[in-house]
Each structure stands twice: as structure tokens, then as C-alpha cells.
């Protein structure tokens, strides 16, 4: 008969399974199935057993060991298996001259950090001492305002429309800040990547064609439009072309580079033994070839230059750089005067200056000593005294005073 059906129909009840309780058997050899309720300890035992089974023989008694044996096998077994084992192995020897390793002894005890716990107070300094100093000033704000005789709640509205303020302005500042750093960076990677050019345009009213001054200004389609210099474009047409007087570089996005062109205008017409040369309002020569005198322009006679190159500043040297100066202050008293006509400049050494009129009236000044007073009174003369078909001249050689001659143009005769 199985064991685990005899105990569950047992009439006694429930059964004590071993020690293990009675999901985790032990062997029942060695154990009794006994019941609870009706069992009594087995004697020499803790364990009970039913009165009508036999209790199993007992054991004969172990006799005690002697003293002396019991001693030897305590010593034996105090003694640690690594001393056995270090006895059996043989020590290497080793050789006289080996170093041995110098241990650091420490000197001093090892002292606590401090430092996070330093760092820690003086932040809560920092935060306690800014909590005062703000609770002070709300407590002053408060304070001012009670004393303007403005009540809590207009106090607490005016802090909430504050705080509601600086929130929209912390947001719009936000977002400006953001859209600088997003404008530099795609400003940075065209100048290092992108913006290549398609096309180059010119404005601008000048005497040369679009061609000659997309050839002249050194810009190649493809190149890099971010990396065009104003200057350098400016240099390189000023040079090639006399005629311009300044270029401009503009960009018309996305791949279409402008150039703003001024064209100067011809200021100077020096006439020499057999050369002409043309300069513009700050030097520049223009051009080397014969020009009639045009609207505004003066015609300077009584020069001995040396060879110019177009493109360049002219540099007059030794008289004809004092011919020059006295040309340049002479034309900008004839313009503060709106003397147009007076437009041919004689600039002799040996004779007095020249100045004529419309080709019938000859101004005769000696040197530009008071040249302000001078002009003044020739133009007073022209626009009262002298009609507009007669021919003479006006001397004005004499300081503090001119007259007008009608009939020769010479002061000779």
C-alpha cells in the first residue's frame, strides 16, 4: 500500500511528515508515521509514536575517547592547512642584490574634504543674501506704494501685469536671439559653401558697355557671391576703365551679383605744345586724345607736362604744379560766382593770368592775392556793365578795385 494514500486515510487525522513539513518529504526510512492527537514521545527521542507500534532498538552508547588522543587530534586540527603547505613547498632564493620595494609610509593622517561642504555654505550665503536683498526691495516697493495711498489689490494687479510683461518681452527676446544665431550661421555656411553666381548684371549710366565692365571688374560666373569685396571690384574698374569714377557691389539674391557704376565727369582739359590730356575733378586722367570743351569744363593753357597714363592721378611737377594749384582755386571762385562762361584759363609765368569769357571778354588778374574779392567784383561787372555782345576786358590786377574796357580784349592796346 502506497504511503501517501495511507496517509490520507488515516483515522487518527493528521500526520507530522518528518521535519521537512509536508510538502518537502524526508526519507521515511529512517522516520515514523505517527499521528498527533494520539502519540507520545518516543523515550531517548523528541518524536512521538503510537502506543501499539514497537519502539525501534536503541543505539549502544559510544565509549569516550581517551584525554590524551582527544588533545593530540584538537592540535592537529588547530593547526592552519596553509602552514602545512607553506612547510612543503621550498622558498626560491633570491639574489643579494634585488631591490626591494620602498613602501610609503603615510606621515599624517588623511584629512576629511572639506571643499564640497565649503562650496555648499557659501551657496547658501549666496541664495539667503539675494532672497534678502530681493524681499527688501518688494518690501520697500510695497511700502512706497501704501504710502501713495494705492491699495493691496492694486499692488498685487500691478505686480501680475509686471510679471505677465516681463515674460512676453523675455519671449520676444528669446525668439530674436534665436533668429540672429539661425541668420549667422546660414550667413556663415553661404560664405563658406553656397551663394555661387548665375548671373551679373551692371546699372548705371556709363560711356561702356555691360560687357566691357563684367570683363574689367575681375568677377567669374560660379565664383562665390559672399566672397566678392566691394573694394577689390571697385580698384579693378577704376583701373581698367578711366571713366569710372566708383563701383558698387550689390547682391541680389539668390544667385545674381549687381554692379553700381558712376561714371566721373571731365573737370580739366589740358592743352599742351602737341598734347591734350583730360583730367577729372580729383586728377584722374581720363583720356590723352583731342576733346572739345564741353558744359562745365575748363580749358587750362600754358602747361609743359610730361607723358600720363589713363587710369592714373596726374602729378604735376615744378611749375605746372603751381600752374595746377592756381588753376583749382580759380575755377572753385568762378563756380561760387556762376561764371560758366568763363571757361579758358591762360597760365603763363610771364604774363599775368588769364581768364576768358565766352570768347569775347578777357579777365586779367595778377596772381590769386585776394582772388575771392577779385571774382567778385568781375562778376559784378559782367552781370551789371557789360551787355551781352560787346567784346573787351575787365582788369582786375589791382586790389579793391576793377574796371571794364569795351572794344579790345588786349590790356595791351
Not at 565692365?213 to 583701373?239: H, S, T, Y
Not at 579777365?363 to 577779385?374: C, M
Amino acid at each position: 500500500m502506497d504511503d501517501n494514500n495511507q496517509n490520507k486515510t488515516n483515522p487518527f487525522g493528521a500526520y507530522r511528515y518528518g521535519d521537512g513539513g509536508p510538502n518537502r518529504p524526508r526519507d521515511i526510512s529512517s522516520d515514523l508515521w505517527t499521528p498527533i492527537s494520539t502519540g507520545v514521545p518516543m523515550p531517548g527521542t523528541g518524536k512521538l509514536h503510537d502506543e501499539n507500534e514497537t519502539p525501534p532498538a536503541s543505539q549502544p552508547a559510544k565509549k569516550p575517547r581517551p584525554a590524551a588522543a582527544q588533545n593530540k587530534r584538537t592540535k592537529q586540527a588547530a593547526k592552519p592547512k596553509s602552514a602545512a603547505k607553506k612547510k612543503a613547498a621550498p622558498k626560491k632564493a633570491q639574489p643579494a642584490d634585488a631591490e626591494r620595494p620602498v613602501l610609503r609610509e603615510r606621515t599624517q593622517p588623511r584629512q576629511p574634504d572639506r571643499s564640497r561642504a565649503r562650496q555648499m555654505q557659501q551657496r547658501e550665503q549666496r541664495v539667503r543674501k539675494n532672497d534678502e536683498r530681493q524681499f527688501e526691495k518688494n518690501r520697500a516697493h510695497y511700502e512706497t506704494a501704501r504710502s501713495a495711498g494705492r491699495s493691496s489689490d492694486d499692488i498685487r494687479r500691478d505686480k501680475a501685469r509686471r510679471k505677465r510683461r516681463n515674460k512676453k518681452l523675455t519671449a520676444v527676446i528669446t525668439v530674436a536671439i534665436v533668429m540672429v544665431i539661425a541668420g549667422i550661421v546660414a550667413l556663415v555656411y553661404c560664405y563658406a559653401y553656397g551663394a555661387p553666381i548665375a548671373k551679373i548684371s551692371v546699372s548705371g549710366k556709363t560711356d561702356y558697355t555691360s560687357e566691357e565692365i563684367i570683363a574689367a571688374c575681375g568677377v567669374e560666373l560660379g565664383d562665390n557671391m559672399l566672397r566678392v569685396r566691394n573694394r577689390d571690384v571697385n580698384k579693378a574698374l577704376c583701373a581698367a576703365l578711366p571713366y569710372i569714377q566708383s563701383a558698387k557691389v550689390e547682391y541680389d539674391l539668390p544667385d545674381t551679383l549687381v554692379l553700381k557704376v558712376t561714371q566721373t565727369k571731365e573737370k580739366y582739359l589740358i592743352v599742351g605744345k602737341s598734347s591734350y590730356l583730360c583730367l577729372s575733378e580729383e586728377g584722374k586722367v581720363l583720356s590723352l586724345k583731342k576733346k572739345k570743351v564741353k558744359e562745365g569744363q575748363f580749358r587750362l593753357e600754358g602747361f609743359d607736362w610730361q607723358d600720363a597714363v589713363e587710369g592714373t592721378v596726374y602729378k604735376p611737377e615744378g611749375d605746372n604744379a603751381a600752374r595746377f594749384e592756381n588753376a583749382k582755386k580759380i575755377v572753385e571762385q568762378l563756380e561760387l560766382n556762376e561764371l560758366p562762361g568763363a571757361n579758358t584759363l591762360k597760365l603763363q609765368t610771364d604774363h599775368p593770368l588769364v581768364i576768358q569769357y565766352e570768347g569775347r571778354i578777357n579777365i586779367y588778374l595778377n596772381g590769386t592775392d585776394d582772388l575771392s574779392e577779385k571774382i567778385s567784383l568781375v562778376a559784378g561787372i559782367l552781370k551789371n556793365e557789360v551787355s551781352p555782345n560787346s567784346q573787351g576786358y575787365i582788369d582786375a590786377r589791382f586790389e579793391g578795385r576793377a574796371f571794364y574796357n569795351e572794344g579790345s580784349m588786349s590790356i595791351d592796346g
